[in-house]
């Protein structure tokens, strides 16, 4: 499945670094998501773009940044992370956001495992 | 706000027993259902959706689900598990535009 693929897969980064997720969709949609993994814990759901533009930011610190310059590419920028920010960061995409009734399923990409030493 | 409840957070079969997931949220209205799966090492896959129409879905590899709407539950159910069904399971409820998870239910299907 080549459909979302993300990089790095792993990234281990120390708390004054900078550092940047890629992830790309070939699947020609034209949103895309950032969702948070943790253990034990539910996906939250991070950032939206539709179109290239930001639609949602869940109340994310500011230290994520994200950067959408196309349909096709989604970055998270991160700077001065905390330990408790690790975690598995998984992008998806979609034709369009979702509506009522409207069955637009999201795909999702195998994910960067984030560690902040 | 909308949320998920998945009240089972490991599920232990063997072979060939019958599975069912519960999965319960929160708030009613119009909403879109889905079951996504998740193998070890794997990425999230979905396994089957509710938009409209049959409350009965069937999805990929014999699993279904039923919408209740008067309970606010999406259960997902296979009358035989395998041990290839070993993953983690997630119930996610589209609404405004985002899905909103439950926390997943870990499946071990012993052989």
């Known amino acids: 499945e080549t459909g979302v693929t993300q990089t790095p897969r792993h990234l281990v980064m120390g708390m004054t670094n900078k550092k940047s997720l890629k992830c790309e969709q070939h699947?020609?949609?034209?949103?895309m998501y950032w969702y948070k993994q943790s253990a034990k814990k539910p996906l939250e759901l991070m950032f939206v773009?539709?179109?290239?533009?930001?639609?949602e930011n869940n109340s994310v610190p500011s230290r994520f940044s994200p950067e959408c310059p196309n349909s096709s590419h989604l970055f998270l920028h991160l700077h001065t992370l905390q330990p408790e920010d690790s975690a598995l960061y998984l992008c998806?995409?979609?034709?369009?956001?979702?509506?009522?009734?409207?069955?637009?399923?999201?795909?999702f990409g195998p994910g960067t495992r984030l560690t902040v030493t | 706000a909308q949320s998920v409840s998945q009240h089972n957070h490991h599920v232990i079969l063997s072979e060939a027993a019958s599975l069912e997931l519960g999965c319960n949220y929160s708030?009613?209205?119009?909403?879109?259902l889905f079951w996504y799966v998740q193998y070890p090492g794997q990425h999230l896959q979905l396994l089957l959706k509710?938009?409209?129409?049959?409350?009965l879905v069937k999805g990929i590899k014999g699993f279904e689900a039923e919408f209740i709407k008067s309970k606010f539950s999406f259960n997902l159910r296979k009358p035989s598990v395998q041990w290839s069904d070993t993953a983690e399971y997630f119930c996610?409820?589209?609404?405004?535009?985002?899905?909103?998870f439950g926390q997943g239910t870990e499946l071990s299907v012993k052989p």
């Open positions: 509710y938009f409209s129409g049959d409350p």
């Open positions: 773009y539709n179109f290239k533009e930001q639609t």
């Open positions: 708030y009613g209205g119009t909403v879109n």
């Open positions: 998806a995409s979609s034709q369009e956001i979702m509506g009522p009734g409207v069955p637009y399923e999201q795909y």
């Open positions: 996610a409820v589209a609404q405004g535009g985002k899905l909103i």
């Open positions: 699947l020609g949609h034209n949103a």
